[in-house]
T-cell receptor, first 111, second 117 residues
Framework: AQSVTQLDSQVPVFEEAPVELRCNYS??????LFWYVQYPNQGLQLLLK??????LVKSINGFEAEFNKSQTSFHLRKPSVHISDTAEYFC?????????FGAGTILRVKS | GAVVSQHPSRVICKSGTSVKIECRSL??????MFWYRQFPKQSLMLMAT???????TYEQGVEKDKFLINHASLTLSTLTVTSAHPEDSSFYIC?????WGQGYEQYFGPGTRLTVT
């Protein structure tokens, strides 16, 4: 069975500081990997995805994630965060077209 | 593109009544739609997968007679919570997988907050 572990439930960080949100997955087969962002009382928005090819994937708003097969990780990073990045971030794996989500990490950006 | 809507966004109902939530793909046809439930400060849990014109497939532990899912068209799926109880209060989110995709893509609706009093 597939599972996703997000080690940090909350990550506080000051504005313009770098941040890393950690995600590890468990799967015996190849999977697709995703990061979603959820703002309060809203649905999920796709932030970025890894399907194949280059292990480093980037979003349009400065986030990036690197697929590390040997460590079964897909950590999300941003070199400089903004107040508007405050949200909950979910890592997910897709297997047989079903998404399995991690528990989520709340990113709190402080001024 | 790839917009999914849900209606209503919030609903309050009395214990014992039923409530219907609609999920629509506005600008694409969805071969598959998914229904999730999210408890406060927790992740999304898949409740069921529905394909147009066929019966929904429910995840283990989800009561199919309580959570009725109808996927009548390629752009509409409905979730009916029957005989709702306070423990059914939750945030329900749907997603849709487009017919032009490769199956792994899901676009999410904004969610419906259900409160049962």
């Amino acid at each position: 069975a597939q599972s996703v572990t997000q080690l940090d439930s909350q990550v506080p960080v000051f504005e313009e500081a770098p941040v890393e949100l950690r995600c590890n997955y468990s799967s015996s087969v190849s999977v697709y990997l995703f990061w979603y962002v959820q703002y309060p009382n809203q649905g999920l928005q796709l932030l970025l995805k890894y399907l194949s090819g280059s292990t480093l994937v980037k979003s349009i708003n400065g986030f990036e994630a690197e697929f590390n097969k040997s460590q079964t990780s897909f950590h999300l990073r941003k070199p400089s965060v903004h107040i508007s990045d405050t949200a909950e971030y979910f890592c997910a794996v897709s297997f047989r077209n079903k998404l399995v989500f991690g528990a989520g990490t709340i990113l709190r950006v402080k001024s | 593109g790839a917009v999914v809507s849900q209606h209503p966004s919030r609903v309050i109902c009395k214990s014992g009544t039923s409530v219907k939530i609609e999920c629509r793909s506005l600008d694409f046809q969805a071969t598959t739609m998914f229904w999730y439930r999210q408890f406060p400060k927790q992740s999304l849990m898949l409740m069921a997968t529905s394909n147009e014109g066929s019966k929904a497939t429910y995840e283990q532990g989800v009561e199919k007679d309580k959570f009725l899912i109808n996927h009548a068209s390629l752009t509409l799926s409905t979730l009916t919570v029957t005989s709702a109880h306070p423990e059914d209060s939750s945030f329900y989110i749907c997603s849709a997988s487009p017919d032009w995709g490769q199956g792994y893509e899901q676009y999410f609706g904004p969610g419906t907050r259900l409160t049962v009093t």
